[in-house]
């Protein structure tokens, strides 16, 4: 069974800070993976969707990573902003069903 | 992006009715819709999946008789919480996609369900 985790949990960083936020998955065997944003009490947005065959995907200051050997991914925002806090969530996608599998989920604080 | 919306957004009502919701994809059709629920400070975790014209698929641990689903169009399925008790107050969140089109789920906004 598909195990999806989040590290760390909560994060606070001070405006203008790289940073990266991680995703491990416990069956390498994925169809895809998705990192979503969600503000308190909304939806989600999707962010970035990479599928298995690929190592990477870049939107803006966004980029994510994937690594299914090591069943692992990581999502790095570069020169953090206010509005950049928010929870992002990982999702594992195991086959071509649509179905998703989430993390926990990093809540992010960007201190002006 | 894709639009999906969601009615209610916010519901409060007595234990023991029951409560419908409402996921509508405004600009696209979508074969399947997925229905999440999501406890405070936790993850989303599926409850079921719908296809269009067909019974709905629901994850282990989900009661179907509890939680009814109905997808009777390509733009619109239903999540009925039957008898519904504090236990179930949650915020409910259905997805919209569409195989072979996009990998992409695109998510409705939420309701927020408090059972008094």
């Known amino acids: 069974k598909q195990e999806v985790t989040q590290i760390p949990a909560a994060l606070s960083v001070p405006e203008g800070e790289n940073l990266v936020l991680n995703c491990s998955f416990t069956?390498?065997?994925?169809?895809?993976l998705q990192w979503f944003r969600q503000d308190p009490g909304k939806g989600l947005t999707s962010l970035l969707l990479i599928q298995s065959s690929q190592r990477e995907q870049t939107s803006g200051r966004l980029n994510a990573s994937l690594d299914k050997s090591s069943g692992r991914s990581t999502l790095y925002i570069a020169a953090s902003q206010p509005g950049d806090s928010a929870t992002y969530l990982c999702a594992v996608g195991s086959s071509n069903t649509g179905k998703l599998i989430f993390g926990q989920g990093t809540t992010l604080q960007v201190k002006p | 992006g894709a639009v999906v919306s969601q009615h209610p957004s916010r519901v409060i009502c007595k234990s023991g009715t029951s409560v419908k919701i409402e996921c509508r994809s405004l600009d696209f059709q979508a074969t399947t819709m997925f229905w999440y629920r999501q406890f405070p400070k936790q993850s989303l975790m599926l409850m079921a999946t719908?296809?269009?014209?067909?019974?709905?698929?629901?994850e282990q641990g989900v009661e179907k008789d509890k939680f009814l689903i109905n997808h009777a169009s390509l733009t619109l399925s239903t999540l009925t919480v039957t008898s519904a008790h504090p236990e179930d107050s949650s915020f409910y969140i259905c997805s919209a996609w569409t195989s072979g089109v996009t990998d992409t789920q695109y998510f409705g906004p939420g309701t927020r369900l408090t059972v008094l």
């Open positions: 069956d390498s065997a994925i169809y895809n």
């Open positions: 719908s296809n269009e014209g067909s019974k709905a698929t629901y």
